[in-house]
């Protein structure tokens, strides 16, 4: 996971369109024949915003979370929704606290 602020200077750098979308036809044709699978990259901003592929994902996953729960789409994507933005709060929570393990208590002499 990479936490990033958009509008950071470290950011403006800005590589042309065409460019990365080589390089991602590069790396989808990479994972299709060598690995025999597929790959999309969810990109979500701190904002709340999503990025196309992973907009596209969402409408998807949600029609078939609504047709097997026999809910509206409505209903469905707000469930969604909420659900992923508290897995990426705990996601973000543990990148900038590090994980909490617990360690076993020191046997007693």
């Avoid at 996971?1 to 470290?10: D, K, Q």
């Avoid at 989808?28 to 907009?55: E, M």
């Avoid at 909490?100 to 007693?108: D, K, T, V």
Wanted: charged share 20%; hydrophobic share 45%.
């Amino acid at each position: 996971m990479h936490a990033r602020t958009v509008a950071a200077p470290s950011n403006r750098c800005i590589v042309p369109k065409n460019k990365r979308r080589g390089e991602r036809t590069n790396w989808l044709l990479r994972i299709r024949n060598v690995d025999k699978g597929s790959f999309t990259s969810l990109v979500f901003s701190s904002a709340g915003g999503a990025g196309p592929a992973a907009t596209v994902f969402l409408k998807h996953l949600d029609s078939k979370i609504a047709e097997k729960k026999n809910s509206s789409y409505a209903q469905s994507i707000s469930w969604l929704r909420c659900r992923l933005a508290f897995a990426l709060l705990r996601a973000s929570i543990l990148c900038l606290r590090g994980a909490q393990s617990f360690r076993p208590a020191a046997a007693l002499a």
